[in-house]
């Protein structure tokens, strides 16, 4: 009654009025002012349709501020339970109120209500500050941890809380400070954050969280407004892409007027000091999220070297968040040609210039560049400017390009000479930075011709001799790889072997390259395989670097149309012939990481871009021959008995598919020591054994793998106005082996499956031979749909033809 709610004014008599007028004169003590405020707060909690009406928000609104404020102003730090009880109960009731208010203009659309809310929450944020000016934990370290000052400060971060899911006091600013563009508030926080006692540091990293979501919500609003402008425009977008990559930025970049860039300077620096090392873990999470899902709308190139920076973070969740906003894979050798669709890329060369570029006129001696980054800052930066420059539409312009590639091959080069390709120091960082720096350099040199130029005319700092000694010696398997593939890209590109605008010739490019010199070396690393002890890491690295020898010089042979060969060309294929050999030797070694890597090296070095496989040549038939007689024996060794190892196997079976479809043009080669013919029959053999295997009841990946090499096979050679040895025009009407072996690939392996395996009494084999037939079709239909003319190819013709049978199979 004395607070004016529940009766009309008549019915108040006239000494209930003055015992009112006679309480708000009177200064009640501490006690009495605890068990009042307390008991309005439990009120307010316990009607939440209190203040639905206008008058009665104004009365209780204005009464409980001007309470509360009186009370909260003579607060002092350290104070016990006993001791704090009017404080608390202040606190709470004000924790209450905007709690009520803060859902008020959602229930009553009024603007005289939406006036009062906001004069309200204004006193009631300019009273939080001065609270918190007086209290310990929000101004210094080394807080007191009674349970009376705890308990007010955690009202005080409910308060903010509250005031930050509020739409309408948001949208007068005074929640962040004098306006939207102030970091007041959120610098207020981050040094709660940073320095709160523990029992109380999860609530202001909650306040900070609910204040982000404030900011987020201005500046994505104030975009919002050209919405029907966007959509409009989007229509346009989905048939012309470049308008689209044009609005991309218009969707979430906010106009750098001078008070948004006043905004972004204080925030920039409120957030490099909160994710500084030696800041507690609260702040350094918080100011991740803080630049992932703001500063990322306002700003996007600083927004993204903060993110790098606080990869390398020595907590997991700070370089988790990190990661996840720039769009990284936890494991950074996996899919690196990947750009999410969800993930806005800055601009190259921004990136670049912020990230990478060396100088002393730095903007804040706090901000530091990918020089100053730990090792794995350092790998996160070099993969997502590497996603940057794939991300842009051209490829990034050439200065940005050299910007990125020096600082990657200088810190590529700190590896070099190193045993084992490592710096000891760093241990298992160091190792993850070799593989990100082995990786970032294959994508740029195979998109860059610029990158391919530098390296070959030493204007960096790492020479292509320095990338073989690391392909070979280099102490991760995985780096080992990627440097090899880089070299391959290296040799493909012709021109850039040259001194003079015209391409050199195959002799001086063989020269230019060292490419006869690389294959002797590699192949006396690669025959210590064959000794009882070696280091099997040399073996792995020269293996890779010498398939992307032997893919390279039959790529040039295939261009240049070179019959006759003399010199180093002619000793480089006797070379590659003698590597081949041995890689098929050892695909039969017990160890699975040798066995699996020769294979690799045998998939890579016999595989071609072209539509039919380049022509084998002479030199090359020996060592062929003899990898296809090892590829058949490993197979069949993992496919069935006590050895069957399905991984094993599918490894083998690529490799022979990729060495059937590089020996097709040498298939009737007879020779007394060279039978290239029976060995292909043989490997043709195992891979129908493969369908139905033990291997296939434990993966039945297996079928369709075997499928894919047999498609291979069968599609590897169809020249214009092709003529087959031998045509059966009449086939038995039961399965012939010897007519089998007889036919052309094409016809060879549709008659297999759909005459012998589809027809088996086995019901394994019948449901085995399905996906390999699939498989068939599959990469048929994928050949005609990259290119429209090989409809006209004989494997096409005969899946057509067996089109009815097929159809009966599936």
């Not at 060495?659 to 040498?666: C, G």
Request: proline share 3%; glycine share 6%; charged share 20%.
């Amino acid at each position: 009654q004395f607070l004016s709610l529940g009766l009309p004014r008549e019915d108040i008599c006239v000494d209930q009025q003055q015992a009112s007028l006679s309480l708000r004169r009177r200064m009640a003590s501490d006690k009495a002012s605890a068990v009042i405020l307390s008991f309005c707060a439990k009120v307010l909690d316990e009607n939440p349709f209190m203040l639905l009406d206008v008058s009665d928000a104004i009365a209780v609104g204005d009464l409980s501020t001007l309470c509360a404020t009186k009370i909260l102003v003579s607060y002092t730090s350290g104070l016990s339970a006993a001791r704090g009880t009017s404080y608390i109960a202040a606190s709470k009731l004000l924790n209450a109120l905007c709690s009520r208010l803060t859902v008020l203009p959602s229930l009553v659309n009024n603007e005289s209500i939406h006036q009062l809310y906001k004069r309200n929450l204004s006193s009631v944020c300019t009273l939080l500050k001065h609270v918190t000016s007086h209290c310990p934990s929000l101004s210094r370290a080394n807080y007191p941890t009674n349970e009376g000052s705890v308990t007010v400060r955690d009202a005080c971060y409910g308060i903010v809380c509250s005031l930050s899911r509020c739409t309408d006091f948001r949208d007068t600013g005074l929640l962040f400070g004098e306006s939207s563009q102030s970091v007041e508030t959120a610098s207020l926080l981050f040094g709660c954050a940073a320095n709160e006692v523990e029992i109380l540091r999860p609530r202001a990293v909650a306040a900070l969280d609910a204040l982000l979501g404030g900011y987020v919500d201005v500046y994505c609003r104030t975009d919002e407004q050209q919405s029907q402008v966007i959509k409009d425009t989007m229509e346009i977008a989905q048939t012309n892409p470049w308008a689209e990559e044009s609005l991309v930025d218009k969707k979430i970049q906010i106009s750098k007027t001078d008070d948004n860039q006043m905004f972004i300077n204080a925030l920039l620096t409120l957030l490099w000091g909160a994710v500084q090392s030696h800041k507690a873990k609260a702040s350094r999470v918080s100011a991740t999220r803080w630049a992932s899902e703001l500063l990322k709308l306002i700003d996007k190139p600083n927004a993204y070297h903060l993110l790098c920076y606080a990869t390398g973070d020595s907590d997991t969740t700070v370089s988790a968040i990190a990661r996840a906003s720039l769009g990284l894979n936890k494991d950074f050798g996996v899919a690196y040609f990947s750009v999410s669709t969800d993930l806005i890329m800055p601009d190259f060369g921004e990136i670049t210039k912020i990230l990478f570029t060396k100088t002393d006129n730095r903007l804040a001696t706090s901000r530091p560049r990918y020089f100053d980054f730990s090792s794995t800052g350092k790998a996160a930066a070099l993969r997502f400017g590497l996603k940057c420059m794939l991300g842009d539409l051209y490829g990034g312009e050439d200065q940005a390009v050299q910007t990125y590639f020096m600082a990657l091959c200088e810190t590529l080069q700190q590896f070099v000479g190193v045993e084992g390709g490592n710096m000891l120091s760093q241990g298992r960082l160091s190792h993850d930075l070799f593989d990100e720096c082995a990786i970032s350099l294959s994508g740029c040199v195979s998109n860059s011709q610029n990158a391919r130029c530098m390296i070959v005319k030493n204007k960096t700092l790492i020479t292509i001799d320095d990338l073989k000694f690391l392909s070979i010696n280099g102490g991760s398997s995985k780096a080992r790889r990627y440097l090899a593939e880089s070299i391959g890209h290296l040799f493909d590109d012709v021109r850039i072997w040259s001194n003079t605008p015209s391409a050199p010739s195959l002799e001086d490019w063989i020269k230019s390259c060292n490419l006869l010199e690389t294959l002797e070396k590699c192949a006396k690393k690669i025959a210590e395989s064959e000794e009882t002890v070696f280091r099997t890491g040399k073996a792995h690295g020269a293996a890779f670097l010498a398939a992307e020898g032997i893919r390279s010089i039959r790529r040039m042979l295939a261009l240049n149309n070179k019959i006759e060969l003399s010199g180093e060309v002619k000793q480089c294929l006797v070379k590659g012939g003698i590597i081949l050999a041995t890689f098929g030797r050892g695909t039969r070694h017990d160890d699975e990481v040798i066995g699996n890597f020769f294979a690799n090296s045998i998939n890579i070095a016999l595989s071609h871009n072209s539509v039919d496989a380049p022509l084998l040549n002479n030199e090359l038939y020996s060592g062929v021959s003899e990898a296809l007689t090892n590829l058949d024996v490993a197979l069949r060794k993992f496919l069935n008995g006590s050895n069957v190892d399905p991984i094993r196997a599918v490894t083998m079976i690529r490799a022979v598919g990729k060495t059937l479809a590089a020996s097709t043009s040498a298939a009737g080669y007879v020779s007394d020591t060279i039978k290239i013919g029976q060995a292909r029959l043989q490997c043709v053999g195992a891979l129908f054994k493969a369908v139905g295997s033990e291997a296939f009841r434990k993966d039945p990946e297996v079928a369709v793998i075997a499928g894919e090499a047999l498609a291979i096979y069968a599609d590897a050679y169809n020249p214009k106005n092709a003529t087959w040895s031998r045509v059966v025009s009449r086939r038995p009407s039961t399965f012939d082996e010897s007519v089998m072996n007889e036919l052309p690939p094409h016809e060879q392996v549709l008659y297999a499956l759909l005459d012998r395996d589809i027809k088996a009494s086995s019901p394994h084999t019948r449901t085995a031979a399905a996906p390999a037939l699939m498989a068939i079709v599959a990469h048929a239909t994928r050949a005609i749909n990259h290119n429209p003319p090989s409809i006209e190819r004989a494997l096409a013709l005969e899946l057509v033809k067996k089109l009815p049978d097929i159809q009966t199979a599936f």
